[in-house]
């Protein structure tokens, strides 16, 4: 079951601002067509119109705004491409594919990480032997520097 919030986050993703009203109509008609995939976009509009008192044509307009805006230059291209698509632009096919890819993502499982395991590593360098190549080390980085500040 989709939430609103994972809508929101979606459409918020693509770019939409929230306080065009096609915003919250979409949200609406994702989660009717949830429950419902064969339900009709004229009876879809008619009910979100009911939910949010206004009128069917209203919420048809208002939503193809919204599609408008991230469609334009204001959305994230690829996410815009990924979620609705760039090739058939009505509103129905639009609400259909935003559905289907919300749905699919909700249904991915994450894979699960595989726990750290503590592993030993074997260097073959003793410790006597690692100071050893430390002092040589240092022996001549210093004999490097007298050298140089004689110049």
């Not at 919030?5 to 915003?23: I, Q, R, S, T």
């Not at 994702?30 to 209203?58: H, M, P, W």
């Not at 590593?121 to 080390?137: F, K, P, W, Y």
């Amino acid at each position: 079951m989709l939430s609103r919030e994972k809508v929101e986050a979606v459409l918020f993703k693509m770019g939409m601002p929230a306080n065009v009203k096609g915003f919250g109509y979409i949200v609406d008609c994702v989660l009717i067509l949830e429950e419902d995939s064969k339900i009709k976009t004229t009876y879809l509009y008619f009910k979100v119109a009911q939910q949010n008192g206004t009128t069917g044509q209203r919420v048809e307009r208002a939503i193809r705004h919204a599609f408008d805006i991230v469609r334009s230059c204001r959305g994230d291209y690829d996410v815009v491409n990924h979620y609705i698509g760039f090739i058939n632009c009505a509103n129905s096919p639009s609400l259909s594919m935003l559905t289907m890819k919300i749905r699919e993502e909700a249904l991915e499982v994450p894979e699960p990480k595989p726990e750290k395991k503590e592993e030993n590593v074997i260097t073959g360098i003793t410790e006597d032997r690692l100071l050893e190549l430390m002092r040589q080390a240092y022996t001549e980085f210093w004999a490097d520097m007298i050298i140089r500040l004689k110049k």
